[in-house]
């Protein structure tokens, strides 16, 4: 049993024990509930309610005064989805088992206590204990032991292997160096994936927005969450694989939108670009350089004396036509937008605020005022639909200067000189007449102004997609902005943190996010800017941020050799951009990260569990950054299978660490056997046409491989409605032995457009072939051009296009 002191903490001895702490007790009976299909077991002191979300997940919520409110938070997308999942329940000798589909919970009676298990009886969550007091604080405990490894919790600092860790989900503004005991960030998704390689794994959302903690350090055999305040409203989602939990979560809270194609590119950013020249002249050097840039960012600058929906027209005299300049270079603008609006009567945007009763107010109905960048300001109340909406079209300022994407910041709420760094917990938020306090809701604030964002340029830009990205958010924010990691620095430590960083976000739900590239504060040296580079690249976000009176490190701030080096690898993203562009469709459909840690590929080998100093690019690309300085080599874990480098083409078989060559402008990079990888000639930014053709590149002779490789407009919501194309790539040997590629058009959905001649290369083919045939539909096998190079042992073959067709090499 855990003790009161986890719903006390620091108060031990006397002064917590004084506080009762009650606890569900004996249950006296099970019932159905009409409508919902839950299953009540009414205990001496609470009632628990069971309910089935699909057959994957069942919810678990405490009721302790006599109403049963099944009302969610904004988290969660869809109470039941699929089909109605049949509920059987039963009782032996005081042991209920209730069967939900294919997961059956059990419920032993005196006292409460319940296990899950998965289809095949095998254990998932085994509760040990829940309690609560009578100031709304609760906890729940669950086993653990010595097997256990913890991932998920969203964005926190530390390894990828949460085990013996403990996190509070609580927004929090953390301008000091993020270190491993911070305990709480911008971001709370307050969920965890509990993994045993000898048993199914699941996961586990508490779905409360106001704070609460994981705690998996205190106890050698359980793992607590307690909450300060709110309900008491878990779902658990059944494996077995990682991935069923990955995806499951990602059924429940949501999957994101195809982000544009420009938002995928590279992007550059410092607080701030000053003016007009600035910007100008900074867009002008990426294209004279020839390093590929789509997005430049305005920070706080732009505005006239940080009012939101305004320009500082002595920096930016001209924005409109500098936007348009900056189109027909290829460049996309993201101003930043604050929740903080300005305390000032003659600002329209404040103005409209109070005489609407728009922003955040105490239950007395003071407007509660805090300090931001623009000095005393009040904050819009986004539980409101009314003020979301008006929020959201608000930013048709922007969009009329031709701007799709926004850059949500602050939105924890920070608050400048306040202890507690956010708005005051008695500010209470409407929502829609279902009122909440800050304490309950907080970790939701961010989510729901970039909700508000995202939907009011999704309203106004006819068609176009939005981008968002956000500091703050809560479980499901995926839905709505990519996540960047706030204001880190340029230390080593913190680029070697962001992995396990953004592999965790992934793991929970957030596919779409990355770390300032180079280091926020603090200042980057070259090497660091280098290295850091390599590895952002291939991140899913791909931003180069840095704070105002910082060393300047834009890609070229540190001399030619490192120029180069970043030239290298952002073009790399782009040539890559074909198979990452699939990999946010595969986000995007099932939720499955873009980058990934290698426990998710490989869950049977131990070596793995903790391993975040490499990451999967998709399931085929294995990159391993260096992350240290004056460093030239490092340790590369190859997982089972046979690898190869990416740059040099050389073999390795897996299951073993190998030593890479590493100097400066290298960043060792592995593909699978197998793999089946598209690329595309180098861009200077995503919407670039090319007459080059599209790349396949297809990774050794012999092991079977299969790809499928996605297609849109790069701009619209066409795919929603099927304008997409889907090509499935087959590789392997056929009945003769001969190796063949096999091309299925799986979805035609896209308009003609010009026909792509396509390059297949065939790396690490052992033989010269002696025949390389292509047929189509109707039509007999016709030798096509193909040239093999003895040396790289590598097989050029062209194509017209990338139709369905069967290429077969003799
Ligand atoms: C916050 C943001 C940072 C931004 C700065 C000024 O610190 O995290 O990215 O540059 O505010 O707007």
Redesign the pocket.
């Known amino acids: 049993m855990i003790t009161s002191e986890a719903i006390h903490p620091g108060k031990s001895g006397a002064e917590g024990a004084q506080t009762a702490i009650t606890r569900v007790g004996a249950v006296s009976k099970a019932t159905r509930e009409t409508g919902t299909g839950a299953v009540l077991f009414h205990g001496e002191h609470a009632k628990v309610g069971l309910r089935a979300v699909n057959d994957q997940i069942i919810r678990i919520k405490l009721f302790v005064g006599d109403r049963l409110d099944w009302t969610s938070t904004p988290a969660i997308l869809a109470q039941e989805n699929g089909e109605p999942v049949a509920v059987e329940l039963s009782e032996q000798e005081g042991l209920y088992s209730v069967s939900f589909g294919r997961l059956r919970a059990e419920v032993a009676t005196a006292p409460f206590a319940l296990k899950i298990y998965d289809a095949q009886d095998r254990l998932l969550l085994d509760q040990q204990d829940l309690l609560w007091n009578q100031d709304g604080k609760a906890a729940f405990a669950a086993a653990l032991d010595a097997q256990s490894h913890f991932y998920g919790l969203g964005e926190k600092t530390g390894f990828l292997d949460k085990k013996g860790e403990k996190y509070t989900m609580w927004n929090t ?1 953390v ?1 000091d160096p993020h270190v491993p005991d911070i305990e709480a960030i ?1 971001q709370s998704i307050p969920y965890l994936v509990h993994f045993r390689y000898d048993r199914p794994a699941y996961g586990l959302l508490l779905d409360n927005p106001g704070k609460t903690v994981f705690d998996m350090r205190s106890y050698e055999d359980q793992y607590v969450l307690t909450m300060e305040s709110g309900e008491l409203d878990l779902y658990v989602i059944a494996g077995p694989s990682l991935k069923d939990v990955v995806t499951g979560y990602a059924g429940l809270t949501g999957k994101m939108p195809m982000p544009p194609k420009w938002a995928i590119g590279y992007q550059q ?4 670009y000053m003016n007009q020249e600035e910007v100008m002249e900074l867009a002008r050097s990426f294209r004279e350089r020839n390093i590929p840039c789509d997005v430049i960012y305005l ?2 600058h732009y505005m006239h004396e940080y009012r939101v929906f305004t320009w500082d027209t002595n920096r930016f005299p001209k924005p409109k036509e500098m936007i348009t300049q900056l189109q027909e270079m290829g460049f996309r603008i993201v101003p ?1 937008v ?1 929740p903080g609006v300005k305390k000032d009567p003659k600002y329209k945007v404040y103005q409209e605020g109070i005489a609407a009763g728009h922003f955040c107010s105490k239950l007395e109905g003071d407007v509660f005022n805090g300090k931001v ?1 623009p000095g005393v300001s009040a904050f819009p109340d986004f539980t409101e639909d009314r003020t979301a909406e008006w929020w959201g079209d608000l930013h048709k300022f922007y969009i009329e200067h031709g701007i799709h994407g926004i ?1 949500n ?2 939105n924890e709420p ?1 608050v400048f000189e306040t202890e507690s760094k956010t708005m005051e917990l008695d500010v209470v938020h409407g929502n829609n007449g279902n009122p909440k306090t800050h304490e309950e809701w907080h970790n939701l604030y961010g989510m729901l102004m970039s909700k508000a964002t995202f939907e009011g340029l999704k309203r106004n830009l006819n068609g176009e997609r939005p981008f968002v990205v956000t ?1 703050a958010g809560y479980a499901g924010i995926q839905r709505y902005a990519a996540v ?1 990691t ?2 880190n620095r340029s230390y080593w430590e913190h680029m070697a943190m962001s992995i396990p960083m953004v592999l965790n976000l992934g793991l929970s739900g957030v596919a779409f996010a990355g770390p ?1 590239i180079g280091g ?1 504060s603090h200042h980057a040296s070259g090497e660091l800017l280098a290295r850091w580079t390599q590895m952002g690249a291939l991140f899913p976000f791909c931003r180069n ?4 009176d910082s060393r300047r490190q834009e890609p070229w701030a540190f001399g030619p050799e490192v120029e180069a080096i970043c030239r290298e690898y952002i073009g790399l993203r782009y040539r890559l951009l074909p198979y990452i562009y699939t990999l946010f469709h595969q986000a995007a459909q099932s939720g499955l990260p873009i980058i990934r840690p290698l426990i998710l590929e490989y869950p049977q080998d131990r070596e793995v569990y903790n391993l975040c100093d490499q990451f999967l690019l998709g399931r085929d690309l294995l990159v391993a950054p260096v992350y240290r300085p004056g460093t030239s080599a490092r340790a590369v874990y190859l997982p089972e299978g046979v690898w190869y480098n990416y740059w040099t083409g050389e073999r390795y078989e897996g299951g073993r660490s190998i030593l890479a060559d590493a100097p400066l402008s290298v960043m060792p990079i592995y593909a699978r056997e197998g793999a089946i990888i598209p690329e595309q000639a180098l861009r200077q930014y995503t919407g670039e046409s090319s007459s080059e053709p599209l790349q396949i590149h297809v990774y050794g002779d012999w092991a079977p491989g299969k790809f499928e490789f996605y297609e849109d407009d790069g701009s619209t919501f066409g795919y929603e409605q099927g304008a997409y194309r889907l090509t499935r790539l087959n590789w392997g040997r056929g009945a003769s032995g001969a190796l063949k590629l096999i091309c299925i058009v799986a979805h035609d959905g896209l308009p003609q457009v010009e026909k792509q001649a396509v390059k297949v290369r065939v790396k690490q083919i052992s033989e010269r072939p002696s025949k390389v045939q292509v047929q189509t539909v109707g039509s007999f096998a016709q030798e096509v051009s193909w040239s093999y190079d003895e040396r790289a042992q590598q097989l050029d073959i062209e194509l017209s296009e990338l139709g369905a067709c069967e290429v077969s090499i003799q």
Do not use: C, N, Q
Not at 269 to 272: G, I, L, P, V
Not at 545 to 548: I, K, R, W, Y
């Open positions: 503004d301008y911008y950013s410092r607080y701030s920070d706080i930043i604050d960048w850059w910041d602050m920070s500091r960047w706030g204001d300032d926020f941020h840095a704070v105002l």
